[in-house]
């Protein structure tokens, strides 16, 4: 049996525009629901939400037969966590806090075998026991998964505005992501990526990926920027968070039943 092939990857490669939800309540149910939602994928964010691996495991089965692809951020670019990530099947990453070329090319590295036909891969051995040669059922999992891995590098300080160039030219950031919540506070705006330098610096970084060819990705939690952002050359846009709606909805469907009984 053929690996399953990264269909976000196929499509961001092709220039599609894709829009996702984020994942923070850990929740199989919410995971199942947003899968088939209508979303291109949806990502478990294991960074600022309490996703440890059995759950990000969990909410990656409920997403199975769902439209959405499944994507995860993990907390750090450590090696054995990029390793538990994909070993679980998550095809596609996104790895905080890039901050330089050396940091780039060793994300990049965890994410492949050895072998790699741009660079000497560091991702450990063990495949046939996980989730993501669907338990040794994808007999040549170990030479097919490098191609199927799609890295996002998350660009969202001073020093990797600084180096965007060399960390967008590294064998294997497959595209970046620009976080500019941090960006901002790094730069000394927190609370502020609408200040005009951080919103120059986000405009720098883009010019730079762009062109370089590869895709750019962000997020958003107002909906209607997602147009803007498609303008501005974003390919991966997060427009929401399954917690942040739930919080929104719960408090608006109090706040009008309140309001009816005085």
Known sequence: MKTRENQLKKRLLAGDVTCGLWMGGGSPTL?????????D?????GEHNPNADDMALAQLQAMDGGDAEAVMRVVS??????KRALDIGAQALVVPMV?????AARVAAACRYPGWAD????????AYQARASAYGAYGNYVAEAND???????????????NI?????TPGVDGVFIGPADLSADMGYPGNPGAPEVRDAIAHICARVQAAGKPLG?????VGQTGALRDQGFQFIGVGGDLALFSAAARETARVAKRQVG
């Open 218 to 222: 962000t997020v958003t939690f107002d």
């Open 99 to 103: 901050h330089t070329v050396d940091d």
């Open 165 to 169: 160039d060399a960390i967008t030219a």
């Open 119 to 126: 660079g000497q891969g560091t991702r450990g051995m063990g």
């Open 148 to 162: 199927q891995v799609f890295c996002f590098v998350q660009a969202e300080s001073r020093a990797a505005l600084e």
């Open 31 to 39: 995971a199942e629901i947003a899968a088939r939602a209508g979303f």
């Open 41 to 45: 994928w949806c990502l478990i964010d």
């Open 77 to 82: 670019g450590e090696d054995w966590l990029i």
